[in-house]
């Protein structure tokens, strides 16, 4: 079983659409959580960071952290053609793991 | 600088050659990492350095890799003999504090390889 498992995608939704981005993982040794939104042909840029369970909200993004379901997510409220990138998740303990990344196109 | 910076921004060389990469941290962080990122592989760790020591090479994928970093600042990823399976973005982050949990981390633009 890989440490973090994320769907590739892609997944298109139209604009204005809640967005739902996921990742498993099976290391309970993790304790901070990230998601970071990678734009074609730039370097990741971090969008949120969380610590241990619960959910954490800025502007239009809520990231979402079940350490009991080793389950975390990423919504996207009222998404926008400029929210169409890809996002990797990533999770660290003593070590940091990214997730292959899911790649979102938003239709206007 | 504003942020991290890497060059060359892409390169191809010729299966067999040597190739350097340079990475430029933000000015003040003590650590630097080397990522690779290949085509639906997602971000693979290869090395981490806390000033001028690495403390984790656990990531580099054999000893054609290796790294360095000089004066606490810039840091160069060299190929050795390099095969087509090298191909990848090279990317380099830094972060003001050095670890690898909770840490904010700042990517540059990363070099684009490609070994023909």
């Known amino acids: 079983q890989k440490e973090v498992e994320q769907d590739p995608g892609p997944l298109s939704v139209p604009e204005g659409a809640i967005v739902s981005l996921n990742c498993t993982y099976s290391?309970?040794?993790?304790?901070?959580f990230m998601w970071y939104r990678q734009y074609s042909r730039k370097g990741p840029e971090l969008l949120m960071y969380?610590?241990?369970?619960g959910n954490k909200e800025d502007g239009r993004f809520t990231a979402q952290v079940d350490k009991s379901s080793k389950y975390i997510s990423l919504f996207i409220r009222d998404s926008q053609p400029s929210d169409s990138a890809t996002y990797l998740c990533?999770?660290?303990?003593?070590?940091?793991?990214f997730g292959k990344g899911t790649r979102l196109h938003i239709l206007p | 600088g504003a942020g991290v910076s890497q060059s060359p921004s892409n390169k191809v060389t010729e299966k067999g050659k040597d190739v350097e990469l340079r990475c430029d941290p933000i000015s003040g962080h003590t650590a630097l990492y080397w990522y690779r990122q290949s085509l639906g592989q997602g971000l693979e760790f290869l090395i981490y350095?806390?000033?001028?020591?690495?403390?984790?090479k656990s990531g580099l994928p054999s000893d054609r890799f290796s790294a360095e970093r000089t004066g606490g600042s810039v840091s160069t990823l060299t190929i050795q003999r390099t095969q087509q399976e090298d191909s990848a973005v090279y990317l380099c982050?830094?972060?003001?504090?050095?670890?690898?949990?909770?840490?904010?981390?700042?990517f540059g633009p990363g070099t684009r390889l490609l070994v023909l």
């Open positions: 350095f806390q000033g001028n020591s690495a403390p984790d």
């Open positions: 990533a999770m660290s303990g003593d070590k940091i793991i």
């Open positions: 969380t610590y241990s369970s």
């Open positions: 982050a830094s972060s003001f504090n050095p670890g690898l949990g909770g840490e904010t981390q700042y």
């Open positions: 290391n309970s040794a993790f304790q901070y």
